[in-house]
């Protein structure tokens, strides 16, 4: 997921791009030390905001667990590192020096909290909406709006 090459897209069209992530600020800030933005973003570790634009979240099913590990790792090889069927999540951190157990206290309450995007017109009107997993079940897990979906849905506005 690229989304600040679309940020920039869409702020050429006239929408400004935010972010909320589940997580507390320090370890947003740490990780976007990291992964510069291009947009705003905000940390929301209660997951308020996930919780009033109905996002929904799930328990972490042995079927999600091994989607997920799938994709952590394809992420691993593509960011150049080795790891065994599984690793990725600590290939990652490693990379990242972060200390995984760090997030235990999140994983656990956060379980599979899904991830959504809106674009909101001036009043905060909810004018189109992408829900992770609505329409593709498990297919659609970690499945993010290309470019010109989001354009196209900017345009329709």
């Known amino acids: 997921m690229s989304l600040g090459l ?11 791009t935010v972010g909320v992530v ?3 600020v320090d370890r947003a800030r740490r990780y976007f030390r990291y992964r510069p933005l291009r947009y705003l973003v905000g940390a929301d570790p209660e997951l308020a ?7 929904p979240r799930s328990t972490f099913t042995e079927e999600i667990f091994r989607v997920v590990s799938t994709q952590v ?9 080795a790891a065994p069927a599984g690793g990725g999540w600590d290939a990652l951190d490693r990379a ?8 235990t206290a999140d994983k656990e ?5 899904l991830t959504a995007q809106f674009l ?4 905060g ?31 329709a506005l």
């Open 6 to 16: 679309t940020a920039e897209k869409l702020r050429a069209a006239g929408i400004e």
């Open 22 to 24: 589940a997580t507390a």
């Open 49 to 55: 905001t996930h919780r009033a634009f109905g996002v």
């Open 120 to 123: 909101l017109d001036r009043d």
């Open 125 to 155: 009107v909810i004018r189109w909406a992408n829900i992770e997993c609505a329409r593709e079940g498990l297919e659609g897990l970690d499945r993010f709006p290309t470019d010109e979906e989001f354009l196209a849905a900017a345009r």
């Open 96 to 103: 990242d020096g972060i200390d995984g157990n760090e997030y």
């Open 73 to 81: 790792d394809g992420l691993a090889r593509e960011a150049g590192l």
């Open 109 to 113: 309450h956060h379980q599979v909290q």
